[in-house]
């Protein structure tokens, strides 16, 4: 018999095993992506470790527990800073005029059992967060004590789409980062998390090369002292359909958000009016690298529509919502020891042309991370023209050092610039918010400790030197400066066995 009539069908036969979805073997799809600071937080979270992987040698065969127990310090000095004093605050001006020093102080704990009890998995994680020494009124930014921000049980059935694919269902309280992180991201720089409560659905997992990511959560309200609560007025709700076959080349992420608020705009006991909102967000993300050339790429769009209500001559007016956002970092990484890595970034998010018409297009950032935007965390994904340069190396294999400089317009000068609370109507003003520049070091000093530094300093343009009144403030003629110094320290190390 030819050999070859043997050999042919099995070829065919492995083929036929990789090509199709549903009998894919096991292999790992998903590629990081290079863009600064766009890369979601893992699931479970960094600092979390198996058991079976920590220095306890006698857990060594617990593989089915995750622990974690993690504390974060951090002293931040601002000096002339932009954002707004918080609300009850003694300082009758509307900015910080005096230097700000605080301790900022997060201890977070996660358990998760996974496996043993199959279908049923569980995840229960803590944060406790607290400032001190600071001149202002504490915000819900800044404090959050001993507070429950993951809680949910999960059924987790393996295989049940084919080899390796699952289908997961999750139920309670979580957080969550998708995307590139600038509409929904848990904000692990500020001292606070973000969080939902909810359901989350994921078809497959990241591993795969295709999963599907929905859920529908109320977003929770976060109260310095007291036990946090869902908002009862607001859904979001959506889904991620991210597509790797490539992924040593691109990955491909249509997906879908909405945001659904009931609102309530005339209860006196609001602060704020509530005012109704139907969001609908279609967007496309991808990402990837140009194998054998040193250049990488992220690029995300989205368009928003639907309608959004507003207050006026005391009754609520439902305005077209039109708005759209996209962002675009292109990077190279040179061949050198030091694995530099330059980029260009271009961001834009559409801001109100007129105030006074039944259309709004100021751009919904959602719950998005700032800190891609802006070291001194002065900017979001709205009413924003935002380029800039970046490099990245490591100078030695626990040292990673950042640099960039950053330059932001409004995108309609007669909408405002919202992390500020600055805006001018009539548009007089100019558009040219100022330039940043900043610059990091982080090293990884052992196992169980890491530490970084940072200095930002922003330069504020015409517009914002517009609002400038020398006798009652704000002083917006003056640069910021906002320093930072913090010490991590994580009880499990880094995840690497320490027994042999």
Do not use: C
Not at 251 to 263: A, D, M
């Amino acid at each position: 018999m030819n050999p070859l009539k043997k050999i042919i069908p099995a070829a065919n036969a492995l083929g036929l095993l990789l090509a199709w979805p549903g009998l894919a073997i096991a292999e790992d799809y998903y590629r990081k992506t290079l863009g600064y600071r766009v890369e979601p937080e893992s699931d479970p979270p960094s600092y979390v470790r198996n058991l079976s992987k920590t220095q306890f040698e006698r857990f060594r065969d617990v593989d089915w527990l995750d622990v974690g127990l993690e504390h974060r310090t951090r002293f931040e000095y601002r000096e002339n800073d932009y954002r707004p004093v918080p609300t009850g605050s003694t300082s009758s001006k509307d900015y910080r005029a005096d230097p700000d020093a605080l301790f900022l102080l997060r201890t977070r704990a996660y358990l998760g059992v996974h496996d043993i009890l199959d279908p049923l998995r569980f995840v229960v994680e803590f944060q406790d967060s607290r400032s001190y020494n600071g001149l202002y009124q504490r915000n819900v930014s800044d404090v959050n004590e001993f507070e429950l921000i993951q809680g949910y049980a999960e059924l987790y059935f393996k295989d049940v789409l084919g080899h390796n694919r699952p289908v997961s269902i999750r139920a309670g309280r979580q957080s969550l980062e998708l995307l590139d992180r600038r509409l929904i991201g848990n904000n692990q720089f500020r001292n606070t998390t973000n969080n939902f409560e909810g359901f989350r659905i994921r078809f497959g997992k990241q591993q795969n090369d295709w999963d599907l990511d929905t859920f529908a959560f109320q977003p929770i309200e976060r109260l310095k002292y007291e036990f946090d609560r869902a908002d009862e007025h607001t859904w979001i709700y959506g889904g991620v359909l991210s597509l790797r076959h490539w992924s040593d080349f691109i990955t491909i992420q249509p997906y879908f958000l909405g945001r659904k608020v009931n609102g309530d705009p005339f209860n006196t006991a609001n602060t704020t009016p509530i005012t109704d909102k139907d969001i609908y967000a279609p967007g496309l993300r991808v990402y990837g690298a140009i194998p054998d050339t040193g250049l990488d790429f992220d690029a995300n769009i989205n368009k928003q529509f639907g309608r959004s209500g507003t207050v006026k001559k005391g009754k609520q007016v439902m305005e077209q919502f039109d708005a759209l956002a996209y962002a675009l970092e292109l990077g190279y990484t040179f061949d050198h020891e030091w694995k530099p890595r330059a980029s260009l970034f271009y961001g834009y998010g559409s801001g109100d042309r007129n105030s006074k018409d039944n259309i709004n297009q100021r751009f919904d950032s959602f719950y998005g991370f700032n800190q891609p935007w802006s070291r001194n965390d002065y900017f979001s994904w709205d009413n924003i023209h935002a380029p800039k340069a970046r490099i990245e190396f490591t100078p030695h294999k626990d040292v990673r050092v950042d640099a960039g400089a950053n330059a932001y317009w409004l995108a309609s000068s007669k909408d405002g610039w919202s992390r500020a609370n600055l805006k001018d109507s009539s548009g007089k003003s100019g558009d040219f918010l100022g330039y940043e520049f900043d610059i990091r070091v982080r090293h990884k000093l052992n196992p169980y400790v890491d530490w970084s530094v940072s200095y930002a300093r922003f330069e504020p343009g015409n517009f914002t030197r517009s609002f400038n009144d020398p006798v009652t403030g704000p002083f917006t003629n003056q640069a910021s400066n906002f320093f930072f110094f913090e010490v991590s320290l994580n009880a499990f190390g880094d995840g690497k066995p320490t027994y042999k």
